[in-house]
């Protein structure tokens, strides 16, 4: 899949449950202060702020493959990017050479990555031994509630842009990508949200961006109310991967 370029202003204005989820990477990472850190899937920098404020003597890595989420961090950092590496890149390709840290966390993006056993030699390729890696992702089961009504509402029947594996899969692509203490969590995470306008921006924000750069704009505007409607609740059926690991 080509690289998503994402609408980061109507992204950073939605409640996103990424918030905490990008709250907790950061805590289990157990930071000294003066480390460097790899953010692989930064967006417009919300965590890479907050990593910031946990390394008073430290540096981040922010690394992302969508120009305007890129231009929104430096916008959100503004003097605080003397202490930031900017690095426009695509994960599913060999990292650039700048990629490297102490740790590397990532929040909400590897879904978007085909071949996790790849994308995993790629962040150990980063680290260096006994470095801290820290990741969450959609897993298995992901929005699946969220899939059917987007069937229902006439959606495309193109192939899913996201890989969604299992627990499994993935301590089994971490080992084999050379990671040890390899601990990796299953947790059911519901997003509730308002109906109306709310709910539909962040189907076409966070959802469906992917599938509507393909259709015309209305079209695109008209499946995203068909979906909302079709949603019995106004909730998201997160289920995410949570990811703690050592480099070997």
């Not at 969508?66 to 990292?95: C, I, K, N, T």
């Not at 599938?211 to 019995?232: F, I, K, N, Q, S």
């Amino acid at each position: 899949m080509d690289l998503l370029e994402w609408d980061a202003g109507t992204y950073d204005s939605l409640p996103l449950p990424h918030e905490r989820w990008g709250a907790g990477v950061i805590d289990r990472l157990g930071l000294r202060g003066d480390e460097t850190v790899v953010d692989l899937g930064c967006g417009t920098g919300r965590d890479t702020e907050r990593l910031l404020d946990r390394l008073p003597g430290g540096r981040v890595v922010a690394v992302d493959g969508s120009v305007q989420m890129l231009d929104r961090l430096r916008e959100r950092l503004g003097p605080r990017l003397d202490r930031v590496e900017v690095v426009h890149a695509d994960l599913a390709q060999p990292f650039p050479d700048v990629v490297r840290g102490n740790a590397a966390m990532s929040v909400a993006t590897f879904h978007w990555v085909p071949d996790h056993a790849a994308l995993f030699r790629r962040v150990a390729g980063a680290l260096p031994r006994n470095g801290r890696f820290e990741a969450e992702f959609g897993g298995e089961g992901n929005i699946a509630g969220f899939l059917q009504a987007v069937e229902r509402a006439g959606g495309p029947e193109d192939e899913s842009p996201w890989d969604f594996a299992s627990r499994d899969q993935t301590i089994e692509a971490l080992l084999g990508a050379g990671f040890q203490d390899v601990h990796v969590r299953v947790v059911e995470d519901p997003a509730v949200l308002e109906r109306g306008p709310q709910l539909e921006a962040f189907i076409a924000t966070v959802l469906l961006g992917a599938t509507l750069r393909a259709m015309p704009p209305e079209d695109g505007r008209e499946l995203v109310r068909r979906t909302a409607a079709e949603l019995p609740e106004p909730v998201i059926d997160y289920v995410r991967m949570q990811v703690s690991a050592t480099r070997g």
